[in-house]
């Protein structure tokens, strides 16, 4: 098989976030490691130089690489959304209205929408069709620039529908050229049929679900919802130790709602990452910075829902937490997928600086997906995942808020978007 080349070149910054195996932290969440005028090669699927075009062009030459030229724009890593639930039917349109009349995440959940009328809809839905609507979806994630995406279930709620989810990604990860991380959410919400029976819901999920999930690979990780109205910090960790036991790595829906000590919890497990943490305090944030679990902010979910309990961006990474970011994409809470969208927020919201949120949205991001050594920042052997901006300056993307400043997506050396002149 022809191992293609390219050459970007002309790049007025090169992000490339090199530096070493861990995650950022504290001050060095802001380092981006730009190379002003920069170039960078490929060949296959991996990156093989990077540097000034100039001190390039000679090694180009001489492998025939193509010329891609950056015209002066922003070439970086490209996003990594760590926390999405993009397997769905349907949309929650209903919902966003009850919301803009004011009623509450618990009200409109009570009434029949959330996540039980998702689940209602995708039990109905053909594997086919949620293949289908899920890929064009990713798409739009390729065209805003993210290369890899985490793809949660949660949206069946019974032992079929939450394989037929996870069977749906398995057949996404065969047609798109993005990445995609499977996560076991079995424990999202309490199926109505199980009103009055969590415990036998929590067994089946333990005894049935999980090992099955697991025998057939469909999943690399287990996540569990532990907040008001869904499950208790004690129910998770049962279910998430149940996936361990199966070798499914452990993350956290945690503090979203409520504080439960879901966070305490996800350090204990040794958890992939602890996901929202709007309601975390000082001890958690302690925790978190004295540990390796990547603290997952998705400040879409608080914008779309209006509301102003945030997520303490600030202080977790002053502490020295890993911090990362994420859409959040979902029918009912946040119905984005563009991540620069989520750099807007993040920088006016959550005081995080444009650097940080960069790197929080590429490299973090990788780390909570277990998948930094391949992903999230430009150095040689590495993925060649790359996004280019229409921009001269990276502040810029999160300044031009709303905007879809991606003109070109790379993944593993393919030119997989490109927007038409």
Same mark, same amino acid.
């Given at each position: 098989?022809?191992?293609?080349?390219f050459?970007? #070149?002309?790049?007025?910054?090169?992000?490339? =976030?090199?530096?070493?195996? @861990?995650?950022?932290?504290?001050?060095?969440?802001?380092e981006?490691?730009?190379?002003?005028? +920069?170039?960078?090669?490929?060949?296959?699927?991996?990156?093989?130089?990077? +540097?000034?075009?100039?001190?390039?062009?000679?090694?180009?030459?001489?492998?025939?690489?193509?010329?891609?030229?950056?015209?002066?724009?922003?070439l970086?890593?490209?996003?990594?959304?760590?926390?999405?639930?993009?397997?769905?039917?349907?949309?929650?349109?209903?919902?966003?209205?009850?919301?803009?009349?004011?009623?509450?995440?618990?009200? &409109?959940?009570?009434?029949?929408?959330?996540?039980?009328?998702?689940?209602?809809?995708t039990? #109905?839905?053909?594997?086919?069709?949620?293949v289908?609507?899920?890929?064009?979806?990713?798409?739009?994630?390729?065209?805003?620039?993210?290369?890899?995406v985490?793809?949660?279930?949660?949206?069946?709620? %019974?032992?079929?529908?939450?394989?037929? $989810?996870?069977?749906?990604?398995?057949?996404?990860?065969?047609?798109?050229?993005?990445?995609?991380?499977?996560?076991?959410?079995a424990?999202?919400?309490?199926?109505?049929?199980?009103?009055?029976?969590?415990?036998?819901?929590?067994?089946? !999920?333990?005894?049935?679900?999980?090992?099955?999930?697991?025998?057939?690979?469909?999943?690399?990780?287990?996540?569990?919802?532990? *907040?008001?109205?869904?499950?208790?910090?004690?129910?998770?960790?049962?279910v998430?130790?149940?996936?361990?036991?199966?070798?499914?790595v452990?993350? &956290?829906?945690?503090?979203?709602?409520s504080?439960?000590?879901?966070?305490?919890?996800?350090?204990q497990?040794?958890?992939? /990452?602890? *996901?929202?943490? %709007?309601?975390?305090n000082?001890? *958690?944030?302690?925790?978190?910075?004295?540990?390796? !679990?990547?603290?997952?902010?998705?400040?879409? /979910?608080?914008?779309?829902?209006? !509301?102003?309990? =945030?997520?303490?961006? #600030?202080?977790? &990474? %002053?502490?020295?937490?890993a911090?990362a970011?994420?859409?959040?994409?979902?029918?009912?809470? @946040?119905?984005?997928?563009?991540?620069?969208? $989520?750099l807007?927020?993040?920088?006016?919201?959550?005081?995080?600086?444009?650097?940080e949120? $960069?790197?929080?949205?590429?490299?973090?991001?990788?780390?909570?997906?277990? #998948?930094?050594?391949?992903?999230?920042?430009?150095?040689?052997?590495?993925?060649?995942?790359?996004? =280019?901006? %229409?921009? /001269?300056?990276?502040?810029?993307?999160?300044?031009?808020?709303?905007w879809?400043?991606c !003109?070109?997506?790379?993944?593993? +050396?393919? $030119?997989?978007?490109?927007?038409?002149?």
């Amino acid at each position: 098989m022809r191992r293609e080349s390219f050459f970007y #070149r002309n790049a007025a910054e090169l992000l490339t =976030l090199a530096g070493g195996p @861990c995650p950022r932290r504290g001050p060095r969440l802001s380092e981006l490691g730009i190379i002003r005028g +920069g170039g960078l090669l490929t060949r296959g699927e991996n990156i093989s130089r990077i +540097g000034r075009s100039a001190a390039l062009e000679a090694e180009a030459r001489r492998t025939k690489a193509q010329e891609v030229d950056c015209r002066g724009r922003v070439l970086m890593p490209g996003f990594v959304d760590c926390h999405t639930h993009l397997v769905f039917a349907g949309n929650r349109i209903a919902d966003f209205e009850r919301r803009i009349r004011g009623g509450t995440y618990l009200e &409109i959940a009570r009434a029949g929408g959330g996540i039980e009328y998702t689940a209602a809809r995708t039990r #109905r839905a053909r594997e086919a069709e949620l293949v289908q609507q899920a890929q064009e979806f990713l798409e739009q994630f390729a065209a805003h620039g993210t290369t890899t995406v985490e793809v949660k279930s949660g949206y069946g709620l %019974d032992v079929p529908t939450e394989l037929k $989810i996870l069977k749906a990604v398995r057949r996404l990860s065969r047609r798109t050229p993005l990445d995609l991380a499977p996560t076991l959410l079995a424990a999202h919400a309490l199926p109505p049929e199980y009103a009055r029976r969590r415990g036998a819901y929590l067994a089946r !999920v333990v005894r049935e679900l999980i090992p099955r999930a697991a025998q057939k690979k469909l999943a690399e990780f287990a996540d569990c919802f532990a *907040d008001r109205g869904a499950f208790t910090a004690a129910e998770c960790g049962a279910v998430l130790q149940a996936a361990r036991r199966h070798g499914l790595v452990p993350r &956290i829906h945690a503090e979203q709602l409520s504080r439960t000590g879901a966070i305490q919890l996800a350090v204990q497990l040794g958890a992939a /990452s602890a *996901d929202h943490l %709007d309601f975390a305090n000082a001890a *958690d944030i302690r925790a978190l910075a004295q540990s390796e !679990v990547v603290a997952v902010l998705v400040p879409g /979910s608080n914008f779309f829902l209006g !509301v102003t309990k =945030l997520p303490p961006a #600030r202080r977790l &990474i %002053d502490a020295g937490a890993a911090v990362a970011l994420a859409t959040d994409f979902n029918p009912g809470t @946040c119905p984005t997928l563009n991540m620069q969208f $989520i750099l807007s927020l993040a920088t006016t919201q959550l005081r995080m600086t444009p650097a940080e949120a $960069i790197s929080a949205a590429t490299l973090n991001a990788g780390h909570a997906l277990r #998948r930094a050594g391949q992903i999230g920042s430009l150095e040689p052997g590495k993925l060649a995942d790359l996004a =280019l901006m %229409d921009v /001269s300056d990276y502040r810029e993307i999160p300044y031009f808020f709303g905007w879809n400043h991606c !003109v070109m997506t790379v993944k593993k +050396g393919q $030119i997989i978007y490109q927007l038409k002149n």
